[in-house]
């Protein structure tokens, strides 16, 4: 068909009818999933199935059972209808250890309205948060609740001018502009996480040069692989340690390997268990 050419009004009706019947069967909520869709569509995914370990801790310091208010299912379907009280949710643990199965186990496939990394008219999360603290702002300011209510990852780092990881540099912050916000603590064994950063993109050397606080400076007889080790097990225990010292928020600590992650992630938020995998894998690394 020529750019231009007139439509017949008949499958003007038919397309209009479909995406009506659509909108009804899905309640409105597959206008949740187009932005996340826009801001995915070139991603690669790939699922992975293994069990590293079973360690899955669910640290509440409140009375309630779950995150999710009455009734862990709306409508008959696997959304849930979150508890505003204590929003935002913003994932805390490092990139490569499981944010992009995060994002879509709440926007996708869990109907909630998420961000990942970027916020279209807004760019990078990571950097708008650290520019708005900067002019006296909430971090995220323009971000939350105006856009997304779930920030699946919040840090950038594209180069070494284009970096910045709020869930190390602005937890006082966070703490200060959303008290009762929920903390996710998304981790994996150390030794594959090192693997996995170093064979994406080369992140991990993207890591080192980022300038992070507390990131172990170099040092004789101590490899990047080491350094990166350290980094890693630090910011575990300095989230948990944060968590403890504010006890208005919830944490989620989770495996995200564990056999049990998509049952405790169910029960953390109402949100079906069968949403959970592994997704955005690495390729095989090539010699060129």
């Not at 999933?33 to 079973?54: A, C, D, H, K, N």
């Not at 603590?185 to 693997?195: A, G, P």
Request: charged share 25%.
């Amino acid at each position: 068909m020529e750019w231009g050419a007139p439509q017949r009004p008949r499958r003007q009706h038919g397309r209009a009818l479909r995406l009506f019947l659509l909108l009804v069967i899905t309640g409105g909520s597959l206008l949740n999933f187009l932005p996340y869709w826009m801001l995915t569509r070139t991603q690669t995914t790939v699922r992975g199935t293994s069990v590293i370990s079973e360690d899955v801790n669910i640290i509440k310091h409140d009375n309630t059972k779950n995150f999710s208010k009455a009734g862990q299912r709306v409508n008959g379907s696997r959304y849930a209808t979150l508890d505003r009280s204590k929003l935002p949710i913003l994932v805390l643990g490092m990139p490569k250890s499981g944010t992009t199965s995060l994002n879509i186990f709440f926007g996708e496939c869990g109907g909630q309205r998420t961000r990942h990394q970027h916020i279209l008219g807004t760019g990078a999360i990571g950097m708008a948060m650290r520019e708005n603290v900067q002019r006296g702002k909430e971090p995220l300011q323009g971000m939350f609740p105006d856009v997304a209510d779930i920030f699946t990852q919040i840090d950038y780092n594209k180069s070494t001018r284009r970096c910045f990881y709020p869930q190390v540099e602005l937890l006082n912050e966070i703490h200060a502009a959303y008290p009762h916000a929920t903390f996710v603590l998304n981790r994996r064994n150390v030794t594959d996480w090192v693997s996995s950063v170093t064979r994406w993109r080369d992140m991990h050397r993207r890591i080192a040069r980022c300038n992070i606080t507390g990131f172990p400076a170099p040092s004789a007889g101590t490899s990047l692989d080491e350094r990166l080790e350290m980094f890693y097990e630090e910011h575990i225990r300095r989230v948990r340690d944060f968590a403890e010292r504010h006890p208005s928020h919830r944490l989620i600590d989770f495996d995200i390997y564990s056999e049990n992650a998509g049952r405790m992630l169910h029960d953390a938020f109402g949100i079906d268990e069968g949403c959970w995998g592994q997704r955005n894998a690495n390729p095989p690394k090539i010699k060129l």
